[in-house]
């Protein structure tokens, strides 16, 4: 089993829990995505602020089975990636 603690950063907490239903997770509560052989846990955080500017955050406690851990990791990565500009 591989943990990871993972703090995101622009993407807003409705979507990050979207996201991870789309990677086949099953919502349980109002927190926690469980999937095959993964769960994640998605906490919301204060926002992060910088003068004036405020960007929401959040906190991903994710579970991970060995099986299953880079495919979903490489996926979930796809799906939260953000271009800048």
Sequence with gaps: MRTIIHEMRGIPYYLLKEYLQELGGTLHGEDLIQGDGWSVKIEKMEPFRLF???????RLTMELEERVADDFLERFTKKTLRAGG
């Design 52 to 58: 004036s500017l405020s960007v929401g955050q959040s």
